[in-house]
């Protein structure tokens, strides 16, 4: 088991940027895969950004790809979410999420445990 929390979300402008983070505990972090995932009213989740265990390698929603980076520090047990050049329609509760069994990481089915999610809303 993993604990999972969410930090570093607010109210911004659009163009503006962000820095979320997410904080393990309870587990020894780095041999799974982490991820972000993001949830508007309404709709339904859908995946963001994730990184493998040693973070060699990411992928992103062509959405977000070229604004947002994913990047994590296994030292301090934390995953990261650079989000650059913000729009309105970023606007949702972002979800960090830790992926350690089977199936596709772009997959929400996939993540075995969560955080408690942080809001991001961008103005325009």
């Known amino acids: 088991q993993v604990a999972l929390a969410e930090s570093g979300g607010g109210l911004v402008q659009a163009g503006d940027s962000l820095r979320l983070s997410c904080i393990a505990t309870g587990r020894a972090f780095g041999s799974f895969r982490m991820s972000w995932f993001r949830q508007a009213p309404g709709k339904e989740r859908e995946f963001v950004a994730t990184i493998n265990w040693n973070g060699a390698s990411t992928f992103y929603s062509d959405s977000v790809k070229g604004r947002f980076t994913i990047s994590r520090d296994n030292a301090r047990n934390a995953v990261y979410l650079q989000m650059n050049n913000l729009k309105s329609d970023d606007t949702a509760v972002y979800y960090c999420?830790?992926?350690?069994?089977?199936?596709?990481?772009?997959?929400?089915?996939?993540?075995?445990?969560w955080g408690q999610g942080t809001q991001v809303t961008v103005s325009s």
């Open positions: 999420g830790a992926e350690y069994g089977s199936g596709a990481p772009t997959d929400s089915t996939s993540v075995d445990s």
